[in-house]
């Protein structure tokens, strides 16, 4: 009986939380603006762009120059809409959107600025597709097909642009670019390195870095991704293979602590690349160079057998028990972390026994056992990867986050800088 007024207390407070909640939920809705896209209402939150709009109603309005994760520039001007009653498109990218506004996605005044714009971007361009390794996955080929002329009425001389060197990894055929600033924004806003910029003006303007210098980021390759040209491709995928040739399984990056969610493209068997996969949690769409090239190790460079220094200094094969006799005499052991999984276990363990070893230690002990040896609680995260951007204050301790983990240091940066 006592129990009944703490229950009538609780469903009280539920029943008015439950207004309050109700209340903040109605001033909310209350704040949004209603705008109409092609004829149909959307709500929407002050200051949200005319793009965003277009795509909450699930109209997709092209373009070059805007990202989701980027600064906007609008300087492609692919994404111009029309607006009924204003005297111009305006670009969708940058334009706010004010109440009452009916956005004309499809109208004629939108398909001629779109296919205007979309001449003169290919008026410079080389039109290399059948050699460009973006090929078969390029946003220029898939919206000139969309939203282009058939035809070009442009007679004279094309444009030529010396090509950059930015390092062995990304590979740059400059001629393609029309200067969308991707790749600028991103090597400032997410990398953290101001190599890449603009010279020049109009129709002389180039993107490169500034004095010759290699483009030194540990997120290089995002800029290949980011591309959508195929002015920024990957020097070791080059010539390699086409985007319809190859195998696509999804899977976890190891070669750091963060786990990026990555998609390794396969072909007969051999890995091609590797791509980065969405996941707003942990790497949101980017992955570290070390993840992005080190599936070179995998085959071309690859240790399938042990080896040691002979007597003239030169690295020579050699068998396992020489080896391992070599280094720690009859003290060999093996320690395994909780998350390897059984076969690589047993591969460890038949390891061991060819080497008349007996000694494996795990994190995680059988069942039977009072506790475990996990001591990895003590040094991890105390809050998800994600919740960096949330945070107040940050302690790191012997650690240097740009070069053990570059994702991480990116939410850093994005919180604290």
């Excluded at 091609?272 to 942990?282: A, F």
Aim: net charge neutral; proline share 4%.
């Amino acid at each position: 009986m006592l129990r009944l007024p703490a229950v009538r207390r609780t469903l009280a407070g539920v029943a008015q939380s439950s207004r309050v909640c109700g209340r903040t939920t109605a001033t909310a809705a209350s704040n949004q603006i209603e705008v109409f896209v092609d004829g149909h209402p959307v709500l929407v939150n002050p200051g949200t762009t005319v793009l965003q709009a277009c795509e909450k109603a699930g109209i997709q309005i092209p373009r070059f120059c805007y990202h989701d994760r980027l600064s906007v520039a609008g300087n492609c001007r692919m994404c111009l809409v029309e607006i009924e009653k204003a005297p111009k498109p305006v670009a969708a990218c940058a334009m706010p959107v004010m109440k009452g506004w009916n956005i004309l996605t499809n109208s004629e005044k939108s398909r001629k600025a779109r296919e205007g714009v979309m001449e003169f971007l290919l008026a410079n361009h080389p039109l290399d597709c059948p050699i460009c390794d973006q090929g078969g996955e390029c946003d220029l080929q898939d919206q000139s097909m969309m939203f282009g002329s058939d035809r070009s009425r442009f007679r004279e001389g094309k444009r030529a642009v010396e090509d950059k060197n930015i390092g062995p990894l990304v590979k740059t055929i400059m001629t393609r670019c029309i200067q969308c600033t991707r790749c600028i924004r991103f090597a400032s806003e997410v990398a953290g390195v101001d190599d890449l910029g603009t010279t020049g003006r109009g129709n002389d303007m180039q993107v490169g870095t500034y004095v010759e210098k290699m483009f030194m980021s540990e997120l290089s390759g995002n800029i290949i991704d980011i591309c959508p040209v195929g002015a920024l491709t990957s020097k070791p995928y080059a010539f390699t293979a086409r985007p319809w040739e190859t195998r696509k399984v999804e899977s976890i990056d190891v070669l750091d602590a963060v786990g990026s969610n990555i998609v390794v493209s396969t072909r007969t068997g051999e890995v091609m690349r590797i791509l980065p996969r969405l996941h707003e949690d942990i790497n949101e769409e980017w992955i570290s160079d070390k993840t992005r090239f080190a599936y070179d190790g995998l085959k071309r460079q690859r240790l399938t057998q042990p080896m040691i220094k002979n007597e003239k200094g030169l690295l020579v094969y050699a068998s396992w028990e020489d080896v391992l006799t070599r280094v720690a005499g009859v003290e060999v052991a093996a320690i395994v972390g909780g998350l390897v999984d059984a076969e690589a276990l047993i591969a460890l363990k038949d390891l061991l026994n060819r080497v008349n070893c007996d000694t494996l230690c795990t994190e995680e002990v059988f069942p039977t056992a009072g506790a475990g040896t996990d001591l990895r609680s003590n040094y991890l995260l105390n809050t998800k990867i994600a919740g960096v951007e949330e945070a107040d204050v940050l302690l790191l301790v012997g650690t240097n986050p740009r070069f053990e983990a570059p994702l991480f240091n990116a939410r850093i940066r994005k919180r604290f800088v």
